[in-house]
């Protein structure tokens, strides 16, 4: 049975793949920047989710239910997930992973603060003109940083 992780992961992958598929479909170019603005929450909500189960499930796996528990409660409050949080959170579990991370390339690490700097400026009330291809982009390279978080918790589909 898969994890409820990697089937949250997916699920909410799903749900953005779907959003953005409806979004290419509208011909306005402002409503699609609207929709941009929409599923940029969403993606860092992607982001800040998996990584707090990835590390839970990771958690559960290998320490004792105390620890695991201690993991999960800290975890929850894991907000606003750019890429020098992400490093720090992973240095937390494994030095390795830290490096890990820190060798992806710029351009993806770029896109990962990306999304979550334009969710926090969308949530306070800025003017965003972000384009659909822009935030497309960038939830491709979040997809890349969240698979090798996947890989080094072990999250596994079965």
């Not at 997916?10 to 170019?29: E, F, M, T």
């Amino acid at each position: 049975m898969p994890s409820s992780s990697y089937r949250n992961f997916h699920q909410g992958k799903d749900r953005i793949d779907s959003l953005i598929q409806r979004a290419k479909s509208v011909d306005n170019l402002q409503i699609q920047s609207d929709l941009a603005c929409c599923i940029c929450v969403r993606i860092s909500g992607l982001i800040e989710t998996t990584v707090q189960e990835f590390y839970i499930d990771y958690a559960e796996s290998k320490a004792a239910p105390t620890v695991a528990k201690y993991v999960s409660h800290k975890l929850r409050r894991f907000q606003n997930p750019d890429m020098n949080s992400l490093k720090e959170l992973a240095k937390e579990f494994s030095e390795e992973w830290s490096k890990e991370l820190e060798n992806i390339d710029q351009e993806i690490q770029n896109a990962v603060t990306s999304i979550v700097k334009t969710r926090h400026s969308i949530a306070h009330g800025a003017d965003q003109r972000i384009t659909l291809g822009k935030v497309e982009a960038y939830y491709q390279q979040v997809i890349k940083v969240l698979l090798v978080i996947q890989q080094q918790c072990d999250i596994i589909e079965g």
